[in-house]
Structure formats: C-alpha cells, structure tokens
C-alpha cells in the first residue's frame, strides 16, 4: 500500500522562479493537508482540502502561494514568484476522515531551496 | 480555540534511561491528541492517539502517553531509550473529524551511549 508520495523530493531554484510541489494522497482519503516546516517557525499548515474543495487557506503566507486539488487523487502548491525565504520542507498529508479522530498520514516532504 | 504546548525544545538522555516528553495543550472542545515521530530526513509518523475511553494510551516501540485531563497533559514516556529512539518528537490536537492538527514546536530527543 502505497504512502502519500510527493514529488520532487529536493527542489533548487533560483529567486523569481516559479515551483510546482506534487503530492499524491491515498487512496480513499477525503482530506488533504499542505504543511510548511521551518527551523524558525516549526510546521505550518498552509491549506487544507476536503473532498477536492479548499476548506481553509488562512496559512497559505501570501498570494505568491496558490494549491489546487483537480481530483482526488493529486494536489499541487504552486510559488510564483519564488523568493528565498520560501525555502523550506514541505509536506503534504491525507487524511480518511471518517466520523472518528483525523489520524494524518504524511508524505516524504520536499526540501525546496530558493537561491 | 486549540492549542499545544511542548515544554522543551531538547532533551537529551542516556540509553537504558526513562524518556519524558512533556505536552501540554488547550482546547474549547474535547481533544483529540497525537503524538507524532520524525526521523531525518523523513516525515512524520504516528506514534499513538488519545480518543476517548482509556487514558493510557500505548503506541509504536515502546512509547506511551496519558492523558490527564484536570491537568491538560498529555506527556509520552518510555521506560528505557534506545539509540534509534533519536528523533523529533511532536505533540498535537484537534477537534472533530476532519479539522487540522495544530502541532506543538516540537522536541529533539538526543540518546547517548
């Protein structure tokens, strides 16, 4: 049974460059999660989905940052322009959300650099 | 609102030694707490939850937690630390089914032979 799979898994860019982060929840999960970590700040939720739809982005730092979910099965975190203060990991997580507790089961992360 | 406390950001002990992580937290709504493991490089994995119902709760190598209510803890052990227990450790709650987890800042567990 394959995890959360994200790609890249290490991504170097230059300042002013776009990034595309993938992720690829399980299968059957209805909630996808897209967390930030910093040594500074710690994790950050930037945004979460359910059922494809954005339920709260109040994370995502600013409008340099958008997320999309197509379909349920592949989410994108686009940066543009990117900026070296958005280096960081960043993870996605999917969730089954039935009735009980959101046990979140995390991806690998991608370790973005910004030159 | 919600939450989490970890009081240390580093703790180091000897192998064979007691660990204590120690998490505390806030909530307007009954918790659900996590506590979740991550190794280098990798990302995080699920060591046990609180839901309801016993308030010991055993997790993953070893580790266990209890939650204490009139207290608000919700602090992990582990009676003897191995070598690959070294890792950061977070503590985390939340609502209902299908709200985010608000992590703590974490804490870096260092073992020393």
């Known amino acids: 049974d394959a995890g959360v799979i994200q790609s890249p898994r290490h991504e170097v860019t230059e300042m002013g460059q776009e990034v595309t982060l993938r992720c690829k929840p399980i299968s059957g999960h209805d909630y996808l999660f897209w967390y930030r970590q910093t040594m500074m700040r710690g994790l950050e939720l930037l945004i979460y989905?359910?059922?494809?739809?954005?339920?709260?982005d109040s994370g995502m730092p600013e409008d340099r940052f958008s997320a999309k979910m197509p379909n349920a099965s592949f989410s994108t975190l686009k940066i543009q322009p990117s900026e070296p203060r958005d280096s960081a990991v960043y993870f996605c997580?999917?969730?089954?959300?039935?009735?009980?507790?959101?046990?979140?089961?995390f991806g690998p992360g991608t370790r973005l650099t910004v030159l | 609102a919600q939450s989490v406390t970890q009081l240390g950001s580093h703790v180091s002990v000897s192998e064979g030694a007691l660990v204590l992580l120690r998490c505390n937290y806030s909530s307007s709504v009954p918790p659900y707490l996590f506590w979740y493991v991550q190794y280098p490089n990798q990302g995080l994995q699920l060591l046990l939850k609180?839901?309801?119902?016993?308030?010991l709760v055993k997790g993953i190598n070893g580790f266990e937690a209890e939650f204490k209510k009139s207290e608000t803890s919700f602090h992990l052990t582990k009676p003897s630390a191995h070598m690959s227990d070294a890792a950061e450790y977070f503590c985390?709650?939340?609502?209902?089914?299908?709200?985010?987890?608000?992590f703590g800042k974490g804490t870096t567990l260092s073992v020393s032979s």
């Open positions: 985390a709650v939340t609502g209902p089914a299908g709200t985010a987890l608000i």
């Open positions: 997580a999917s969730s089954p959300g039935t009735s009980g507790p959101n046990e979140q089961f």
């Open positions: 609180y839901t309801t119902g016993a308030t």
């Open positions: 989905f359910n059922n494809n739809v954005p339920i709260d």
